[in-house]
């Protein structure tokens, strides 16, 4: 089925609003048609100035970050645009780690986990929001998901931003490895977790 692809369309299919709402970002909508869903991240409520400035800007990125990720696994496929201020994207089912018990976030959680930052950094995208616990879901088979990518960056694969920012993705995991199981970490995880949290003084995200 196709998705909505008009902002009359997304306010007809809307199920509920996801998170938190607010003039200075986004409305997160889950859409529903029979058994296909959705999401919607919908600028239209912001106020204009911010609408214009940083939403704008965000839509830009999210789109580009989508586009270098088509096809991969764990991260939303771009569905679509209704309109100017709105993306469509596909939906997880699933619980964001701050969520879900422990227990279910196994090594192998973890372990593919750390295989979709290493994609996005294959083809140089940077998430940098990572360490935002709603952005990183458990999904209902025990496999993770990456979502949210209105904070990303596109650089070059490889190179010296890619290197020095693919870091605070890498903490993200490593934060919720320790957390889940404090022991778990090797000594370089624990040496690269700490060095990132050490200058999380001078990052505008978590």
Known sequence: MEPPGTA????????????????????????????????????RACTPLYRWTVGRWNIARETRALARLDG????????GRAG???????????????????????PGFFEELRAIVTEMHRRGVLHLDLRQRRNVFVQPD??????????????????????????????????YKRRADPGSLSADETSTLERVERRRRFWPFS
Do not use: H, N
């Open 8 to 43: 009359t369309d997304v306010d007809r299919t809307t199920k509920r609003l996801l998170g938190k709402q607010g003039p200075f970002r986004p409305s997160v909508r889950l859409l529903e048609v029979d058994d296909s869903k959705w999401v919607a991240k919908d600028y």
């Open 72 to 79: 991969m696994e764990g991260v939303p496929r771009l569905e």
């Open 84 to 106: 100017r201020w709105i993306l469509i994207l596909s939906f997880f089912r699933g619980t964001d780690v701050g969520k879900t018990p422990k227990l279910d976030q196994t």
């Open 142 to 175: 025990g496999r993770p998901a990456v979502i949210d990518f209105g904070a990303s960056l596109c650089v070059r694969p490889g190179g010296f931003l890619a290197r020095l920012l693919g870091r605070i993705d890498v903490s993200g995991v490593l934060k």
